[in-house]
């Protein structure tokens, strides 16, 4: 079965600083990565996902990661933190081909500092 | 178009009662998935449906825990009896499918079992 670490249940950053944010995956075969955002009482919303096209995935508010297959990572970066970025970020993988189910990240919570 | 819709967005019940939480995909999505968020545990899934049809129950707590889809556009999760270990946050969420992966959330639900 797939799994998702993601290294740091919580990071700290400076505004303007730069974010980066790990997630590592196992996969036998050519996986579906995704990044989801989950702001304070909210659902989770979709940031980016590879599909298997370009390997640097631009998504949503800035936000963009890149796949590495040699790595197995798929690692979230912004250039340039924003207070509003302050939220709890997961990373999921499809399951495998032709299933629809994700498994998910436990999260990585990120505070921006003033 | 309207997003997953979930019902109600907060529920307050005793240990023992009955409680029935309600969602609505997205429409011409075919799967449909119900996730629980606690901080001990985070996201867990616990039951997704394809085309109406449970797929995948092995998340499922314990028979207290049912759920239903009667038709494409209206989902059912129950607990009977509550407890309070059951407090919790319930998401609902649904993909498309063909080939599609992402999964798009509802808003939860906040459940709290005294």
């Known amino acids: 079965a797939q799994s998702v670490t993601q290294l740091g249940s919580h990071v700290s950053v400076s505004e303007g600083a730069l974010v980066l944010l790990r997630c590592n995956y196992s996969?036998?075969?050519?996986?579906?990565l995704f990044w989801y955002v989950q702001y304070p009482n909210q659902g989770l919303q979709l940031l980016l996902k590879?599909?298997?096209?370009?390997?640097l995935v631009k998504g949503i508010n800035g936000f963009e990661a890149e796949f590495k297959k040699s790595e197995t990572s798929f690692h979230l970066t912004k250039p340039s933190a924003h207070m509003s970025d302050a939220a709890e970020y997961f990373c999921?993988?499809?399951?495998?081909?032709?299933?629809?189910?994700?498994?998910f990240g436990q999260g990585t919570r990120l505070t921006i500092n003033p | 178009d309207a997003g997953v819709i979930q019902s109600p967005r907060h529920e307050v019940t005793e240990m023992g009662q009955e409680v029935t939480l309600r969602c609505k995909p997205i429409?011409?999505?075919?799967?449909l998935f119900w996730y629980r968020q606690t901080m001990m545990r985070g996201l867990e899934l616990l039951i997704y449906?394809?085309?109406?049809?449970?797929?995948?129950d092995s998340g499922m707590p314990e028979d207290r825990f049912s759920a239903k889809m009667p038709n494409a556009s209206f989902s059912t999760l129950k607990i009977q009896p509550s407890e309070p270990r059951d407090s919790a946050v319930y998401f609902c969420?649904?993909?498309?499918?063909?080939?599609?992966?992402?999964?798009?959330f509802g808003p939860g639900t906040r459940l709290t079992v005294t």
């Open positions: 996969s036998s075969v050519p996986p579906y």
């Open positions: 429409s011409g999505h075919n799967s």
């Open positions: 999921a993988v499809s399951d495998r081909v032709g299933a629809q189910k994700l498994v």
């Open positions: 449906f394809n085309n109406n049809v449970p797929i995948d």
């Open positions: 969420a649904s993909n498309r499918g063909g080939g599609s992966y992402e999964q798009y």
């Open positions: 590879y599909t298997s096209a370009a390997t």
